[in-house]
């Protein structure tokens, strides 16, 4: 078989903390990170002599300027195959929405090349390469529920969380992560959310759902705000923004109440991307089989 296909999913930030600043710059978090049912598709074609990709998506370059294309290059030098590819990318995830959609495609990518040709790299390998490409890279190796401490690439997988129903609003812009840290007023000196506290009260949202970012991004996008608030009166057990934004999700009591909401979301915001979603909680369910 000379193609591989694969579902790269979103991911959503249930809380982000953020602890202190490095000496390099980063940032320490402590942040619990859930893939979702929002997935961009990942066609790649072995073959040639060189790493192409193809992505319909205007706002994206389609060469060393993209994480995916880099992915694959970088495997390629780290296993010394010569076996050229061809990418071909469909984004659902929105660009620059604090959803993961670039760093899901680079992880799940550098998953399935090393499945496909035998495991050339042992699973340590095969983590480090992501986290050389990006904190959020080493999650979306195994797209499965995990506590991200350091700069995000230090992961405590999580098992036995519900899989929450989710309603996600996009307002129609995009966000800077760089500029969001660059901005940002340290108020913590530790991590106050527990994942103990989480699974000892799955359902209770009051404590967990903190975002250190949002104080931030809200200043220039306070329509966060109201999505939130919009949310919230309709029924949302809790709401947040998503990493640097400025998605926003809301989380539902079961999913036929989120897509019913959903549908009253695309008429309150028809600028907006609405999207109902779920969590995920198994590692395999980004592969899709020919």
């Known amino acids: ?32 990170m859930l893939p979702i049912s929002v997935f961009d598709h990942l066609e790649v074609t072995l073959g040639g002599a060189a790493v192409s990709l193809e992505c319909c998506h205007p706002d994206l370059p389609q060469d060393d300027r993209n994480l995916v294309w880099r992915a694959a ?21 929105p660009v620059g929405a604090g959803l993961g959609g670039g760093s899901s495609d680079a992880g799940v990518l550098l998953a399935r090349l090393n499945q496909h040709m035998g495991k050339p790299l042992d699973h340590a390998g095969l983590v480090n390469l992501a986290r050389s490409l990006g904190a959020d890279v080493a999650f979306f190796v195994e797209s499965r529920p995990a506590l991200a401490r350091g700069i995000g690439e230090k992961l405590e997988w999580v098992a036995g969380l519900p899989a929450y129903p989710l309603l996600l609003i996009k307002p129609p812009v995009m966000v800077s992560t760089r500029s969001v840290y660059q901005k940002l007023t340290l108020t913590r000196r530790e991590a106050a959310i527990t994942i103990r506290a989480l699974k000892a009260q799955p359902w ?13 991004t809200v200043i220039e996008f306070p329509v966060i705000t109201q999505i939130k608030q919009w949310l919230r009166d309709n029924g949302a057990l809790g709401a947040l923004m998503s990493g640097s934004g400025p998605t926003v999700f809301g989380i539902f009591s079961d999913v036929t109440q989120a897509r019913k909401v959903g549908s009253r979301a695309r008429r309150a915001w028809p600028r907006c991307w609405v999207r109902s979603a779920q969590v995920l909680g198994e590692p395999d369910v980004q592969s899709s089989r020919e």
């Open 1 to 32: 078989m000379n193609t591989i296909k694969a579902l790269a999913p979103a991911k959503i930030n249930l809380w982000l903390e953020v602890i202190g600043k490095r000496p390099d710059g980063y940032h320490e978090l402590s942040s619990l």
């Open 204 to 216: 209770d949202f009051q404590q967990v759902l903190e975002n250190d970012l949002e104080s931030v």
């Open 73 to 93: 290059d970088r495997f390629r030098q780290e296993t010394g195959c010569p076996q050229g590819m061809h990418i071909k990318l469909v984004k659902n995830i």
